[in-house]
């Protein structure tokens, strides 16, 4: 079927109207195309990782063994871009502060349709540096314990979250008030992310 627009063009001038669409919807997708190409070429080997229980025991008791350094928990979904992308970045970062004393307390989440532990699994090959430890918390407790600390809106879950503490702080009955936190969601809430300014802040409470 020929567009009304085009009908009056020469035959060898019209574009035809399926390969119209399609060249629309891939122009669309190419900066997703680009963002996960982008990611990808970042990924290594899988590393290891630990199923959380109900009371975020696994998770604490890491917590609060590297009291004695700066900690960034993060809350991701394994099969979102903006996530992945959030792992690579903290990659990066570790990589250029190779001396630094901190410990990175990653929580993949079953946030999104396609999450599992599998995925999560996959997913830990984003951020391979040894003082990251990589958790599958299938009943979401670092979700629900931030959306209630952060005050996320009722109707909303505390992901695509990164939030930095300072050394000599526990976690007890519940987690200890933040550092600094930031959020990739485009929220009125909390600093929003970007891999410059959480470099920033992991600088000033690491050295």
């Not at 792992?87 to 396609?114: F, H, T, Y």
Request: glycine share 6%.
């Amino acid at each position: 079927m020929i567009p009304g627009s085009q009908r009056h063009l020469p035959a060898e001038r019209r574009i035809h109207y399926p390969a119209m669409v399609m060249r629309r919807l891939l122009l669309s997708l190419l900066p997703v195309l680009i963002q996960v190409s982008t990611v990808s070429a970042l990924q290594g080997p899988s590393r290891g990782i630990t199923t959380v229980s109900p009371d975020g025991r696994e998770f604490v008791n890491v917590f609060n063994a590297a009291s004695d350094r700066t900690r960034l928990v993060t809350v991701f979904s394994p099969t979102c871009g903006h996530c992945l992308r959030g792992a690579a970045d903290i990659q990066n970062i570790l990589s250029k502060e190779s001396g630094a004393r901190i410990k990175v307390l990653v929580l993949w989440a079953p946030i999104l349709g396609r999450d599992s532990r599998r995925a999560a699994q996959q997913a830990t090959a984003y951020l391979q540096d040894p003082r990251a430890e990589h958790f599958w918390d299938l009943w979401n407790f670092g979700r629900q314990n931030y959306a209630k600390q952060l005050e996320y809106p009722r109707s909303d879950a505390a992901w695509d979250i990164f939030v930095l503490y300072k050394p000599h702080l526990a976690w007890q009955r519940s987690g200890p008030e933040p550092t600094v936190w930031f959020q990739d969601r485009g929220m009125d809430i909390g600093l929003k992310y970007t891999a410059d300014l959480l470099h920033e802040h992991v600088k000033k409470w690491v050295r």
